[in-house]
């Protein structure tokens, strides 16, 4: 890409995405981010562009899409930068400013009339892809959640079918809602980014995801200060169970 000329290239190795990532810095030039994924059945990238494109309309802010192109083997998507820290790594921020931070992100997504959205993620929708990914040979069973580790996909895939919840509470979610997806600056969210999951779904897709990263970063002990700012004061435990069980797959 012409427009590329005069920025460095550093691959970025945070995050499960199949897509490689490398963030472009240049000398008097914006920070970029560029998304390179080959093109397969389960590609993200164009979802992603999409996504993003409806968010900064809906007024939230994230990462302007710059181009997307694909010649038919690889696709790109390039995106611009945005400041600051993801909520991981912020070390500016205390682990419960990060938290704190993360439910009023998950509230201003949350509060998103779902009427206006055209990205549907209700179960209906997810489980026959959950089902196609294992079909395809694509959910990696060596990177389940420790409770899940030994078990197959489709010994979890027939759990899917089992314990489903017997209804939603719909929201636009974001899909990823985990720690690093959360950028902070000057103490401030700043946006969403990998949001090529974003869609309207369950509240807890969102809940047991951050819930779930919360513990792994900092500890057990901060998920009621997240669910108390969040407006949640007694959590589900068997829907943040099956929202981590459907992640498995994705």
Not at 63 to 90: K, Q
Not at 113 to 132: G, N, Q
Not at 192 to 216: F, H, K, N, P, T
């Amino acid at each position: 890409m012409a427009r590329l000329s005069g920025y460095r290239m550093e691959q970025d190795a945070l995050g499960r995405s199949a897509a490689s990532v490398f963030r472009l810095e240049g000398e008097g030039l914006p920070a970029l981010y560029l998304k390179v994924e080959e093109v397969a059945p389960f590609g993200e990238l164009a979802d992603e562009a999409a996504r993003l494109g409806w968010l900064k309309a809906a007024g939230l802010p994230c990462p302007d899409v710059i181009a997307r192109e694909s010649d038919g083997e690889r696709n790109w998507l390039l995106i611009s930068a945005l400041p600051g820290s993801d909520l991981a790594s912020a070390s500016a921020l205390t682990p419960l400013a990060c938290v704190e931070l993360l439910a009023a992100a998950l509230l201003d997504l949350h509060r998103l009339p779902i009427a206006s959205c055209p990205f549907d993620h209700r179960r209906e929708k997810r489980l026959p892809i959950a089902k196609a990914r294992m079909e395809a040979g694509i959910v990696d069973e060596e990177d389940f959640d420790a409770a899940r580790l030994g078990k197959s996909a489709a010994e979890l895939f027939a759990e899917l079918e089992s314990l489903k919840p017997g209804d939603e509470d719909l929201v636009v979610s974001h899909g990823d809602a985990c720690l690093p997806n959360f950028i902070a600056s000057d103490g401030r969210f700043a946006g969403y980014i990998d949001c090529s999951r974003l869609g309207v779904a369950d509240r807890y897709q969102d809940i047991a995801l951050a819930c779930r990263s919360i513990a792994d970063n900092f500890g057990e002990g901060l998920l009621q200060p997240f669910l108390a700012r969040y407006g949640m004061s007694v959590p589900d435990p068997a829907r943040l169970n099956y929202y981590q069980l459907l992640d498995e797959f994705f």
